[in-house]
Structures are given as C-alpha cells and as structure tokens.
C-alpha cells in the first residue's frame, strides 16, 4: 500500500498553471472568449443537465464552480470544463437502469451521489498515475475520436433546429429520433437557425476573429424581445430561478454502494479518457505539452465541486473548446471569466434567458463542433498512410455508432493494432556494396549496389518478439542459395528480444550450422546480449555467433576490405578461429560487466590450446592477430597475468617470455607515436590504468611482472 501511494504527486500539482506570466495583451481576447464561452454553455448544459434527469437549471450550476476549479488545475491553457453530453447521457441510462424518474425528487438526490463516486475514481486514476494511458493513442485514433464526438453532438441538436428536441444515443438512434420529430417541423424556426449557421460559418471564414456568435445570440434575443416568437413556433429557453446553487454533501446512503460503483466506473473512464483525448489533440494542434496526470485531478475536482452543488458529472467540452480556440482564448483565465459571468448570470439576468431563441444558439453551438471536425487529418491520411486512414475511420465510425466508451475502447485497440501490425512487418532490407566503397547499402537503394560473394547481409529495424520472427527468419531462407556461406544480421535497430524470438534464434542458428552457414548477429546494443543470456541463448555469444560490427564477422569469415562481390573470386578462412581475434572491444561490449571473466576464460582456453599443441609461438604471435595497438597492450598485460604458467607449460625461461612481451610492447609504443602521435599519451596514461588494475587484483602478480620487466629493461636497453 505505501508502495501503491508512492505514485501520489500532490507536491509537484501546480495551481493556476497556465496564469503564470500572464501576458496583459492576452486579456481582451480571454475575457471576450470567456463571455463566448457561457453564452454558449447556456443552452448546452441546460439541455445536458436534462438528458442526466436533472432540471435544466442545474445545468447552469454545474457551469460555476467546476469550470473554475478546472481552470485552476489544469494545465491546458484552452481546454473548457462543464456539463457534456456523454457523461449526462450514461447518468440519465443509469437513472432508468434505476427506475427512477427523471427530474424527480429521487433523480436530484441520486445524480449527485454518483457525481461524488465519478470524482473518486477518478482521484484514484490520478493517484495510479493513469494519464500515462494517453500516450498509447495515436494521432488518427485522435482525430477520428474527436469527429466522432462532434457529429455526434451535431446530430443530437439537429432537430433543436426546426423545433425539436435533442436527441440521445448514437447513430441510429439519432437518426430515428431526428426523423420522429418531424411532425413538430417549423420552418420559422429552421429558417432562422439556418441564416445564423450560415452567417457565423461565413464570418468564420472571412473574419474568424470577429466574435460573430455573440452578436447573433443579441440579435436573437432582441429579435424574441420585439417579435411573436410564439406565434412563429420558435421555442426560446425556459425562464430559471435566480440565485446560486447551494452547496451540500450528497447522501451517499441514497444509493447501494455496488450500484453506485458500477454505475460511476464507466462514466469515469469516459470523462478521462474523452477529455484527455480531445485534450492532447489541441495540445498538438497548437503545440504546448500537458501534464496528463494533473489534468485527471482537475477533472476529479471539479466533478467533487459538481457533486457538492447537486449537479451531474461534468466533463471536457469540445463544442466550447472549439469556441475558444476560435475566439483566441490563450489561458485559463477564460474558465475562470466564464464561470464568474455565469455567476452574474444566475444573481441578475435568468430573466434575459428567456428570451434567447433556441434555433440560434444550437447554431451557434453547432458552428463551433463543425471546427472542431478533424476531416482535413483524415484527407491527408488518406493520401500518405492508407493504415492511419483506415484507423481513423475506424475511431469514427466506432464512436458514432457504438459510443463514447466502446468509441474509446475500439481507439485504443486500434492504435495498439497499428504498433503490432508495424511491429510484425517493419522496415527492413539487404544489404550489399558499391563496388570501390566499404559502407554496406540496401540493395534497392541504388543500381549499383552488389551483394557479397557467399554473404548475405540483413538488416532487421524493429525490436524481435513473437509477431516478427517469422518474418525475419522467412526473409533470410528465400536468400540463401547453395553457394552461401553465411548469415551477416546487421541488428542495429533491434533493441530487445522476447522469449519465443529467442527460442527461434537458436533454432534458426543450428538449423544453418547443420548447412555449413555461419550466422552473425552485429551491431546492436550491449544491452540485448544481456537480455540473449538471460533468455538461456548466451551461448550463440560464445560460439562466436555474435560480433560488435558487421566488419568483425567479415574479418573473421576472412574478407578483407575492399569487399567481394559476386563474380569476383575470393578465398575464405575457416570461420572457426579463436575468440581471441576479435578486439578487446568486442568483449566490453558482448559481456558488459562480465568482460573480465570472460577475458580470462578466452585465455584459458589459449593455455590450454598451448597444453595441447605445445606452440608458444601461436600463443605470443596469433592472438595478436586483428587487434589494434590499443588491444593488443592491454591483451598482453592478461596473458602477463598467467606468465608462469606459460613459461612452466611451454618449458621456456619466464624471462624470455617476458622479454618476448615487452619487445611487442616497445614497438607498440613506437608505432602509435609514428603514426598516431596525438594517442601516444593516452597509450602511456592507459598502461599506467592497466597496471594500477593488475596490482589491484593481482598484487603478487603485478609485484613480479615490474621486477621482471625492470630485469629486461636493463637488458633490452
């Protein structure tokens, strides 16, 4: 449990987030878009407030001290808070589930008990950190979301227009309740929702700046003020009651407590993952970042303010995002302006809302969701990434016809689609070279790229798990051929194996070992030859089945630059020399922090070669081979190490042995200062470490090697 409350970030929550360094020239624009704001949110969470089996009035309440309490936390200088569709739509559900009455006396006693319960799982999302989540959704899974969302909206307020009432549900819902309203068409009323949709699109479109919706939301009401609005058939708002909501801890005994978990859960998990959505789609569009999980405590916080005041759970708005991106709002000082004008609002003007014609502001409303469409996305998806295309789609047609949640739910398995089906299929070529040059090139890159003679050399760009080793392993067997001798793996761009790849590698090694072709993995990080022992395949790394660099595995088939090509005759060294021929390098990089011991295992295995063969020549002479300067010194001072050892296998003096050592040693030294003179002090202050090493762990070693070399020093000089 203490462990589990670790994950609480309370110190690091930053209020008024987006208020710091406010900048004067941004305030017009945030107060006019803040008055935008409740203007439209009037209708909007009136008719919400309603659909959650609430009194429309509570809708205005729910548009207070939420939205201000949002705007306090959030880190999202744009996003709006308040009374949504969704989440009204799935309380109103779970009344009926009830079998409770809307508006009734029960519904204003329960909907608040379930607001409480939405704020706490969402309180508990922020406590596990669960905003990470939002990562895992891509940008058409986003895009196709948030249109979703909005036509979904659009098509709830249709029949608002010719005198209707909203609609609930999805698609097919909306459409039979659409087509079941007609008896009630007005044409007066479509007529002037018509001529405002038109008039605030076009003023979009000409002067996006000009806050036209405010302008026909006045002329609406001085329009009902002056006209026979009831006798045309066009519907205003109802009057409200003046004065604010009252504050109260709802009776959490009004509901059974499994029913009222159940019941919140899922209205939880849409509030989250729909506003985070939507969210960090703004965030991307207009490129600041947010801190995702202090956005799921202002969402917690402000349904505990809903709650307190009776209302139903709240929600982000797109229709009044959408608004205040329109109308340049740049911080959260719009929240914070929108609320306090609601306040105004409920305290002096509830008789003004009966004069605003409800056509108009569903026009108004719907403008701001047809901004809020992500269509442009979906056209340019589908001419640059038909699989992104098709996702979108997919997300949009999920939350349009099936939901917000299962909308949600069909996004995310989507995106998580998309990274398996790229994961399972990813980039990846042979390679080849162009002949005069070293450098290895795909071989459709260019014309005049060649594959090696007896090689063939595979580049693999993906982490190696269960949905691709298929793939890499069928790739490499329609490329072998009779006159292959091996398997180059530039592994360069895989980052981990799981356990099923693993078991297929080693098949796959032994299966071309029983053909005679050797297998090289090369280039990748140190890391993974970790993760290869842990997996029980460490032995591919001391079989020699594993290189630092394609150039090593070549060295060891023994091409020599420049490289063969097809056509060109080469001969070849067995592939079975010792570990000891690649560089001291290697080792640090395949073993990490088992590079000694497995230094001193390669040894071994050289004594005892030398036990068997008795050529100390091979020993002094051919491990040196391939080693640069640098290597080389510090493979002398390991074999130093089992100087007397040596000397009493090979039957030879120590001190020829050691004078054999510190002979190889002077030159090294002469030639770095020769031909790299800008490395001689490095090589010098690298012995000193070298020998520091030795007297560190080899005390009575290190004592009789200075002894000895100070012997030869004498003599060699």
């Keep these: 449990?203490?462990?589990?409350?670790?994950?609480?970030s309370f110190a690091q929550v930053q209020i008024g987030h987006t208020l710091k360094n406010y900048e004067k020239k941004n305030l017009p624009k945030d107060i006019l878009a803040g008055i935008i704001i409740a203007a439209v949110s009037i209708p909007i969470a009136?008719?919400?407030?309603?659909?959650?089996?609430?009194p429309a009035v509570y809708g205005l309440y729910g548009s207070v001290f939420p939205i201000i309490l949002f705007a306090l936390f959030s880190t999202s200088p744009q996003f709006i808070f308040g009374v949504d569709a969704a989440p009204a739509a799935l309380i109103g559900g779970a009344l009926l589930s009830f079998e409770i009455e809307a508006q009734s006396a029960e519904a204003l006693t329960v909907v608040p008990v379930l607001t409480?319960?939405?704020?706490?799982?969402?309180?508990?999302?922020?406590?596990?950190?669960?905003?990470?989540?939002?990562?895992?959704?891509?940008?058409?899974?986003?895009?196709?979301?948030?249109?979703?969302?909005?036509?979904?909206?659009?098509?709830?307020?249709?029949?608002?227009?010719?005198?209707?009432?909203?609609?609930?549900?999805e698609l097919f819902e909306l459409l039979e309740h659409i087509i079941s309203q007609l008896p009630v068409f007005n044409l007066p009323s479509?007529?002037?929702?018509?001529?405002?949709?038109?008039?605030?699109?076009?003023?979009?479109?000409?002067?996006?700046?000009?806050?036209?919706?405010?302008?026909?939301i006045a002329l609406g009401a001085l329009f009902s003020y002056f006209a026979p609005m009831e006798r045309l058939g066009i519907a205003c708002l109802s009057a409200v009651e003046t004065g604010l909501p009252r504050f109260s801890f709802p009776n959490l005994l009004a509901v059974h407590f499994t029913d009222a978990i159940g019941?919140?859960?899922?209205?939880?998990?849409?509030?989250?993952?729909?506003?985070?959505?939507?969210e960090n789609n703004y965030a991307l569009k207009r490129g600041y970042k947010l801190n995702d999980n202090q956005e799921i405590l202002a969402f917690s916080l402000g349904n505990f303010a809903s709650a307190f005041t009776g209302c139903c759970p709240v929600n982000g708005s797109v229709p009044r995002t959408a608004m205040n991106d329109q109308y340049d709002g740049k911080t959260q000082l719009t929240g914070i302006i929108a609320g306090i004008t609601m306040i105004f609002v409920l305290l002096f003007c509830t008789g003004f809302i009966g004069y605003l014609p409800v056509p108009v502001l569903t026009a108004v409303v719907m403008t701001a969701l047809i901004g809020g469409l992500e269509f442009k996305l979906a056209a340019k998806l589908k001419h640059s990434s038909k699989r992104e295309f098709y996702i979108f789609m997919g997300a949009f047609f999920a939350?349009?016809?099936?939901?917000?949640?299962?909308?949600?739910?069909?996004?995310?398995?989507?995106?998580?689609?998309?990274?398996?089906?790229?994961?399972s299929n990813p980039p990846r070529c042979f390679l080849g070279v162009i002949p005069g040059h070293d450098d290895f090139h795909d071989l459709s890159q260019f014309n005049h790229v060649y594959p090696l003679k007896h090689v063939v050399l595979y580049r693999f760009t993906s982490d190696l798990f269960f949905a691709n080793v298929g793939v890499f392993q069928s790739d490499i067997e329609r490329n072998l051929s009779d006159d292959t001798h091996a398997v180059i793996v530039d592994a360069s761009g895989i980052g981990s194996i799981d356990s099923t790849a693993a078991e297929r590698l080693m098949l796959f090694y032994e299966s071309l070992k029983k053909r005679k072709i050797a297998f090289y993995l090369t280039e990748h990080v140190a890391e993974l030859n970790d993760q290869m022992r842990a997996l029980g395949i460490g032995s591919l790394i001391q079989k020699g089945a594993v290189r630092r660099t394609i150039e090593t595995a070549l060295a060891e088939l023994g091409i020599e630059k420049p490289y063969p090509i097809k056509g060109i005759h080469t001969s070849y060294r067995s592939v079975a020399k010792k570990r000891a021929e690649s560089t001291l390098h290697e080792f640090v990089w395949a073993y990490g922090s088992d590079c000694e011991a497995e230094l001193e295992r390669q040894i071994h295995m050289q004594i005892e070669e030398l036990q068997k063969t008795g050529d100390i020549d091979t020993l002094i002479h051919g491990s040196?081979?391939?080693?640069?300067?640098?290597?080389?010194?510090?493979?002398?001072?390991?074999?130093?190490?089992?100087?007397?050892?040596?000397?009493r296998i090979s039957g030879k003096d120590e001190h020829q042995i050691a004078l054999e050592f510190e002979r190889r040693r002077v030159r090294l030294a002469e030639k770095?200062?020769?031909?790299?003179?800008?490395?001689?002090?490095?090589?010098?202050?690298?012995?000193e470490l070298l020998d520091a090493h030795l007297k560190e762990h080899r005390p009575e070693i290190y004592e009789k090697i200075i002894r000895l070399r100070g012997e030869i020093d004498q003599k060699f000089h």
Excluded at 48 to 53: E, F, L, T, V
Excluded at 404 to 417: K, W
């Design 116 to 169: 409480f319960y939405v704020g706490a799982w969402l309180l508990l999302f922020f406590v596990l950190g669960a905003g990470k989540l939002v990562n895992f959704i891509s940008k058409p899974v986003m895009g196709g979301f948030i249109s979703g969302v909005c036509c979904t909206v659009i098509l709830m307020q249709v029949p608002k227009l010719f005198g209707g009432t909203a609609g609930t549900g």
């Design 190 to 216: 479509l007529i002037l929702g018509i001529i405002t949709l038109v008039v605030v699109l076009t003023a979009k479109r000409i002067c996006p700046k000009f806050p036209m919706a405010v302008v026909m």
């Design 399 to 423: 939350v349009l016809v099936l939901g917000t949640i299962n909308g949600v739910l069909v996004g995310i398995i989507l995106s998580f689609t998309a990274v398996i089906l790229r994961a």
């Design 1 to 8: 449990m203490k462990k589990l409350f670790t994950n609480i």
């Design 46 to 54: 009136m008719g919400y407030a309603q659909i959650a089996g609430l």
């Design 263 to 278: 019941a919140s859960l899922s209205v939880a998990v849409v509030i989250m993952a729909q506003t985070l959505l939507a």
């Design 672 to 687: 770095i200062a020769r031909e790299h003179p800008n490395l001689a002090k490095r090589f010098m202050e690298r012995r």
């Design 624 to 647: 040196w081979n391939q080693l640069g300067e640098m290597d080389e010194d510090e493979w002398l001072e390991h074999l130093e190490a089992h100087l007397a050892e040596i000397a």
